[in-house]
């Protein structure tokens, strides 16, 4: 069965700087992308982003609001990924702090 993760990550930025440094991680991961296996699609509305990232046949499809103090993920894993959720939970949330630490 499928398996929605829910994360907020806390910021001290600005929205518009912690808008930008998330576009800038998404666009780094379109460019890296596995000799193109992975589609990306990603598109923003105001501050919020809804993405898709396509591989062998399977979606990993995801939103994330770019809030003043906070920022709110939303990702939906197909069923080969959900027994993982925990661990993918953990790595977006530290992740996403690293990058949204206030430098």
Known sequence: MAETIKI?????L????????IAESFGK??????????????????????????ML??????RLDVLDTSVHVE?????FLAAIANTIKGKLQKGGQVL????
Not at 14 to 21: L, N, P, S, V
Not at 75 to 79: F, G
Not at 100 to 103: T, V
């Open 8 to 12: 907020d990550i806390p910021h001290k």
């Open 14 to 21: 600005t929205r518009e700087a912690a808008r930008r440094r």
């Open 29 to 54: 991961l379109r460019d890296q992308a596995i000799g193109g296996m992975v589609k990306f699609e990603d598109v923003w509305t105001g501050d919020r982003l809804d993405f898709r990232a396509r």
């Open 57 to 62: 046949g399977q979606s990993v499809v995801g």
């Open 75 to 79: 990702i939906e894993l197909p069923m």
């Open 100 to 103: 949204l630490e206030k430098k």
